[in-house]
């Protein structure tokens, strides 16, 4: 079965950064009905226990919308704190550290790759070096093989797989996956390639995002 990859069908985005006056740069990022607040502290003192000669550490903490983190928050950091560092500039802050605190303030869908935008916006917001800017994109795979990018909670729930993808701004290159569900190697490289071409609408909005804002200040 062939798909149109020509123009994914994303939700509609929203952005607003500077929110927070304490973090060094703070971004909301809401796709539909899910909504993340990021937060980014540092290049700041590192514990020595966690220092490295060399460059920055990267820690990254989600918080859920209600209770404690659980095992799913923490496989989800893991994703965004790998992305964080392909594209972040580290060995220009050695011996320091660099915070990232995500959270939750609402959930429908597309958790991860509304994490990893806001962690994007946030780290803009901050001046922080970087090699690449980066975007989160999710594909869910029906039962009857349709891929659904950005897709919802329910959405999530029908298919029978969930791929996640953050991709680089430069080479649309994946900068990091995480995958649930059975999926052949024909549907993984057609999320793929549908992921990268709804990049191309993610970094746009990033574009105007900051366009608009400087726009204001002037």
């Known amino acids: 079965m062939e798909f149109d990859k020509s123009c994914p069908v994303l939700r509609e985005y929203g ?3 500077s929110l927070l006056s304490r973090p060094d740069g703070s971004s909301t990022f809401v796709q539909g009905d899910t909504n993340i607040l990021a937060g980014v502290y540092g290049p700041a003192e590192v514990k020595v226990s966690k220092e490295i000669y060399d460059r920055a550490t990267v820690e990254v903490l989600i918080q859920p919308k209600t ?26 802050h050695p011996r320091s550290s660099l915070t990232l605190i995500l959270q939750v303030i609402h959930d429908d869908g597309s958790l991860l790759s509304c994490c990893l935008n806001a962690a994007c916006m946030a780290l803009m917001d901050a001046g922080l070096p ?10 869910a795979i029906t039962k009857e093989g349709q891929i659904i990018t950005d897709p919802t909670t329910r959405q999530e729930k029908e298919s029978r797989a969930l791929l996640t993808f953050a991709i680089d701004s430069v080479q649309r290159n994946v900068l990091m996956s995480t995958t649930t569900g059975s999926f052949s190697i024909k549907e993984l490289q057609q999320c793929i390639a549908i992921s990268q071409k709804a990049s191309e609408q993610i970094f746009q909005f990033y574009r105007d995002s900051v366009k608009r804002r400087y726009s204001k200040i002037k």
Do not use: H, I, K
Request: proline fraction near 3%; include cysteine; charge should be negative.
């Open 67 to 92: 209770g404690l983190p659980s095992v799913r928050e923490r496989a989800r950091e893991q994703c965004v704190r790998e992305t964080c560092e392909a594209a972040l500039l580290l060995t220009l």
């Open 130 to 139: 970087m090699s690449c800017l980066f975007c989160g994109v999710t594909c």
């Open 15 to 17: 952005n607003e950064q």
